[in-house]
């Protein structure tokens, strides 16, 4: 495109200025595009990309000038010093998460998120080359006929030649956190071509991207981009307090920061070297030439200080580490300012007429042109404040909406409900403590047992949970809920360890480890009230040396009173399956990987007892009612459990069920189109109502309550709702206003009139009736 200048306006602030080649400003596509861009980049605001100070697209030679932002690329700064710490990355993807929001918030679609175009400055980064910006309303700026963006950052929909919408940019902004937490690009080839394979049918490598960012980078590399992560849920699971918590000074590790404090120094030296070779023009020259009449002090293009060190030529080359096609596309980064011409002078300078950003610093800034006069030629774009959008949001809240209804039903999909619901309940009462795992409570004789991080059981009272009766150190991360077994509190220790904690006290029972030859990961169930299930692995051991080995993933049963493990096997095609089984006296029920219900027994090694072919992808979730068993998918199946024959089946219309919950003689179903819950009699498959909602999270089980049942909404920061069981009514929507991304609401229920709602580092008691 041209080459971009570190430059002074007026006032002495430090912009970078693009100069567009001349050959380039000849060709009448280009400068639609170049407008385009000058429009989508003034367009946007927020606090994380380079705010436009003042532009000519329609100039002989076309400018643009940005607010420079003294700080290293994402490329350069990992290139100098390696991978950024977790807490950096997070903070990280938190600021780009909001400036993405900016961007589609006008409509816009980037399109070309990666590395080089994110700068790292002291109050976080900033998105920045808007130069290939694609309007969603599907005006083609840059052709159909090339692939434009970085073929390491593209998204599965570039790489395919299909409409790229916001979710594409989700997708690139995984690939550059996973390249600031491991050091290179997720996916790799020798050869564009098998590059773009794995781009579109290939795993991401995150051998070395730590947790839980590998969870997060994961939500954004969804193939279907239905089913990724939008921005701003990854903006608060990535920060849960608001990015502008996170992003303050020293949120860069020291050696990034010395970069930054190194092109801060640079601008300074800058603005005196312009004082001294670039005199203010006389008033009456710019007058003359159309120009705002204030005197202007810039570096001339034929005396270049501190050109981009990368270039704007868009060119492939063996040194440059984004491989671009077709060549033509300009990086938008600023020059580095160390004074180093880095190249020959532009072939033509600014126009005399029209020096950039002369009138950056008016008191007065002029709104943007909504639309393009034969005589707007000139444009600036107002000041934009730095207050993130989460601080402006509580702000103007004032307090948060605890009990308070928020109904939000415009989004993606969704329905909209029959009748509004009326005030939820006050909470009677609340815990603040640590962050919470995502696991739902565990009921026993008027308390509640919840986990939390670093590794902490907890136990509330029911009547008054705001202070704990006790708390137990030293359980493991394992998300999934204490067990009630051999008249204790189970969970996991490391490695393969049991530790059982007491009820009334907290204090510990015992701890059974099982030694260096297996790994316990997850509690799935228990039964005869001293048997637990557990998932992990078997470890073969290669050498003598700890550490080395190779592991089977086993399921185990554990006998708590003999203190014995028992191995019940898993077929192959269930290694990697997320397994969530149903667990009884006498059989193991679980969805396996090839589309099958299936039955194990406890009692006899884990011997299959039966397998039923359902033809579909399951949900992993099932539940067991009596003898019944239900599975869901595009079809809600009941099947005996003992033999697994056929009892009902409901299909559904349109979308699939979701997740399940039962009670009584009912059994409950989540369904994605319309979003809602459906009611069917367990025993005949009659069914019994619907309720639509908004959009819901359908990743967690229904929690079944005496009289209603109650499931989340799919935004946090709109909490859950509550159905009446037996009419089917909305009932109500309780919310504490807060979004925090992947943490999602947790919700139990016991058979007293209790409801535990925990949602990150609250817990909430409401009564029911």
Not at 152 to 175: I, K, M, N, R
Not at 445 to 453: E, F, I, M, P, V
Not at 666 to 689: K, L, M
Request: with cysteine.
């Amino acid at each position: 495109m041209g080459r971009v200048y570190l430059a002074t306006s007026p006032a002495g602030r430090a912009v970078a200025v693009k100069v567009i080649r001349p050959e380039m400003a000849e060709d009448k596509n280009f400068r639609i595009r170049f407008r385009r861009e000058v429009a989508a980049a003034a367009a946007v605001g927020g606090a994380y990309t380079a705010s436009v100070v003042d532009a000519a697209p329609d100039d002989e030679t076309p400018w643009l000038a940005t607010a420079y932002v003294p700080g290293p690329t994402l490329a350069e700064a990992v290139a100098a010093h390696g991978p950024l710490p977790v807490e950096t990355v997070l903070a990280l993807g938190a600021g780009i998460a909001e400036a993405l929001i900016a961007v589609h918030a006008e409509g816009l679609v980037h399109r070309d998120l990666k590395p080089s175009n994110v700068l790292l400055a002291a109050d976080g980064p900033r998105v920045i080359d808007f130069g290939i910006v694609r309007a969603r309303d599907g005006y083609q700026l840059t052709g159909s006929s090339g692939l434009f963006g970085s073929l390491d950052y593209v998204c599965p929909e570039q790489a395919t030649g299909h409409p790229v919408g916001p979710e594409g940019d989700v997708f690139c902004l995984g690939s550059v956190l996973a390249f600031a937490a491991s050091g290179h690009a997720p996916f790799n080839g020798a050869a564009a071509a098998t590059l773009l394979y794995q781009v579109v049918h290939g795993s991401a490598d995150l051998t070395l991207v730590p947790e839980p960012l590998d969870k997060i980078i994961s939500l954004c590399h969804a193939k279907d981009p239905s089913l990724r992560i939008d921005p701003d849920r990854l903006s608060a699971a990535c920060a849960p307090g608001g990015a502008e918590q996170v992003l303050t000074e020293g949120w860069l590790p020291a050696r990034v920061a010395t970069m930054v404090d190194e092109r801060r120094a640079a601008a300074t030296d800058l603005d005196r070297l312009a004082r001294t070779l670039a005199p203010a023009r006389p008033a009456a020259d710019a007058a003359d030439a159309g120009a705002p009449t204030a005197s202007a002090r810039y570096v001339s293009g034929r005396t270049p200080v501190g050109p981009s060190s990368h270039g704007t030529d868009g060119g492939v080359g063996a040194a440059d580490p984004d491989r671009v096609f077709p060549a033509g596309d300009a990086d938008n980064r600023a020059a580095d300012g160390t004074g180093a011409t880095g190249g020959a002078p532009p072939t033509a300078e600014p126009p005399e007429r029209k020096p950039p950003a002369a009138a950056a610093d008016s008191a007065e800034p002029a709104e943007p042109a909504t639309e393009r006069s034969a005589a707007a030629a000139h444009r600036r774009a107002p000041e934009r404040s730095h207050v993130g959008r989460r601080t402006l949001l509580a702000v103007t809240a004032g307090t948060a909406l605890v009990g308070g209804t928020a109904l939000v039903v415009r989004g993606r999909t969704g329905g909209q409900p029959a009748r509004r619901p009326g005030p939820a309940p006050e909470p009677t009462w609340v815990y603040r403590g640590g962050p919470l795992l995502q696991t739902p409570a565990v009921f026993n004789d008027g308390t509640a047992l919840l986990k939390s991080r670093p590794g902490n059981m907890i136990c509330l009272d029911l009547r008054n949970g705001s202070q704990p009766k006790w708390v137990y150190q030293g359980i493991s991360l394992s998300p999934s809920p204490v067990l009630l077994a051999n008249d204790a509190a189970v969970a996991l220790g490391t490695g393969a360890t049991l530790i059982g904690v007491d009820l009334a006290g907290g204090a510990e029972k015992f701890t059974l480890n099982f030694g260096q030859d297996f790994q316990f990961d997850q509690l799935l169930g228990g039964y005869d009230g001293y048997v637990v299930s557990v998932l992990g692995a078997r470890l073969e051991r290669r050498s003598e040396e700890q550490g080395v080995a190779t592991s089977t993933s086993a399921v185990f049963g554990v006998d708590l009173r003999a203190r014995r493990a028992v191995v019940i096997p898993i077929d192959p095609e269930d290694v990697g399956v997320p397994l969530k089984p149903v667990v009884t006296s006498d059989y193991f029920v679980y969805a396996d990987g090839l589309r099958n219900v299936a039955a194990r027994g406890t009692r006899d090694g884990g011997g299959l007892r039966w397998r039923y072919p359902v033809g579909y992808d399951l949900r992993p979730g099932l539940a067991v009612l009596g003898g019944t068993v239900f599975a869901i998918g595009s079809e809600f199946i009941a099947l005996e459990l003992a033999t697994g024959k056929l009892r009902w089946k409901a299909k559904a219309e349109r979308g699939m069920f979701a997740s399940l919950g039962t009670g009584g003689n009912t059994v409950y179903a989540t369904g994605t189109d319309p979003y809602g819950v459906h009611a069917f009699n367990a025993a005949t498959g009659a069914r019994r109502w619907f309720c639509e909602t908004p959009r819901l999270n359908v990743d967690h089980p229904i929690a079944v309550g005496a009289h209603a049942v109650y499931v989340p909404a799919f935004e946090n920061r709109n909490g859950f709702y509550a159905i009446d069981a037996a009419s089917g009514r909305l009932l109500w929507n309780f919310t504490d206003g807060r979004e925090t991304g992947v943490n999602d609401w947790q919700l139990s229920c016991d058979g007293a009139g209790h409801l535990v709602a925990q949602h990150f580092d609250r817990t909430y008691g409401l009564p029911v009736t």
